[in-house]
Antibody
Framework: EVQLQQSGPEVGRPGSSVKISCKASGYTFTDYVMNWVKQSPGQGLEWIGWIDPEYGSTDYAEKFKKKATLTADTSSSTAYIQLSSLTSEDTATYFC?????????????WGQGASVTVSS | IQLTQSPSLLSASVGDRVTLSCKGSQNINNYLAWYQQKLGEAPKLLIYKTNSLQTGIPSRFSGSGSGTDYTLTISSLHSEDLATYYCYQYNNGLTFGSGTKLEIK
C-alpha cells in the first residue's frame, strides 16, 4: 500500500523558515515524481512544484520560486519542502502528492497534510 | 490554463443526479482529473484523463467532456459524497479549479 506520512504541525516566526517532510512507503521512491500542494485556510488547492527524487530535478510554479525549496533524500525515501521568509500568507496546510507518471501524470496518492502557522 | 468551476456551491438530496462543471481558459486535450476533498482530509483522486475511474472509486462517479468543457456526474447522490470537488488540468502546467462545495439537503 502506497503511504505518504508527513511531519507534524509547525509554527514559524515571520521572516524565519520551516521544513516539512514526507516519508514515502509501499513503492520505489525514485520511480515517481513528488508534488507539493498548498491549501490556505478555507481556500482551494495550489500546485507549488515537483521534484524527481532520482535526479533531484525540480520545477516550481512561478509564484513559489522564491518561497519554496524542494529536496529529497533517497536513502530514507523522504521528500522535503522548505519555506523561507515566512509571512502570514504562508499560513496553510501543505500536502505532498505522488505523481502517477506516464501516461496519466495525475496525483494519485496524497499525504495527510502538514499545517504551518506563521505567528510572532 | 485557468479553470472555472460551477456552481461554487451545490445543494442536493440523497438519490439526486448531480452534475459539476469545469471550464478551461484553453483547450485541455482531455488531460483533466477530478478530486474529492472531505473536510479535514487530503484530496482523493476520482477521475483521470476526463473519464477514467480511479481504482476503488464507486461507479456512480463519471466524467465526460472535451476541449475546454468538462463535467463530473454523480448518478445517485449518497450522503457520504458531502465534500468539495476540484477539477485539475495537466495539459499545460498544473492547475486546480476553485472547487464546488457539495452539500446534502
Amino acid at each position: 500500500e502506497v503511504q505518504l506520512q508527513q511531519s507534524g504541525p509547525e509554527v514559524g516566526r515571520p521572516g524565519s523558515s520551516v521544513k516539512i517532510s514526507c516519508k514515502a512507503s509501499g513503492y520505489t521512491f525514485t520511480d515517481y515524481v513528488m508534488n507539493w500542494v498548498k491549501q490556505s485556510p478555507g481556500q482551494g488547492l495550489e500546485w507549488i512544484g515537483w521534484i524527481d527524487p532520482e535526479y533531484g530535478s525540480t520545477d516550481y510554479a512561478e509564484k513559489f520560486k522564491k518561497k519554496a525549496t524542494l529536496t529529497a533524500d533517497t536513502s530514507s525515501s523522504t521528500a522535503y519542502i522548505q519555506l523561507s521568509s515566512l509571512t502570514s500568507e504562508d499560513t496553510a496546510t501543505y500536502f505532498c502528492a505522488r505523481d502517477s507518471g506516464s501516461p496519466y501524470y495525475v496525483m494519485d496518492a496524497w499525504g495527510q497534510g502538514a499545517s504551518v502557522t506563521v505567528s510572532s | 490554463i485557468q479553470l472555472t468551476q460551477s456552481p461554487s456551491l451545490l445543494s442536493a438530496s440523497v438519490g439526486d443526479r448531480v452534475t459539476l462543471s469545469c471550464k478551461g481558459s484553453q483547450n485541455i486535450n482531455n488531460y483533466l482529473a477530478w478530486y474529492q476533498q472531505k473536510l479535514g482530509e487530503a484530496p482523493k483522486l476520482l477521475i483521470y484523463k476526463t473519464n477514467s475511474l480511479q481504482t476503488g472509486i464507486p461507479s456512480r462517479f463519471s466524467g465526460s467532456g472535451s476541449g475546454t468543457d468538462y463535467t463530473l456526474t454523480i448518478s445517485s447522490l449518497h450522503s457520504e459524497d458531502l465534500a468539495t470537488y476540484y477539477c485539475y488540468q495537466y495539459n499545460n502546467g498544473l492547475t486546480f479549479g476553485s472547487g464546488t462545495k457539495l452539500e446534502i439537503k
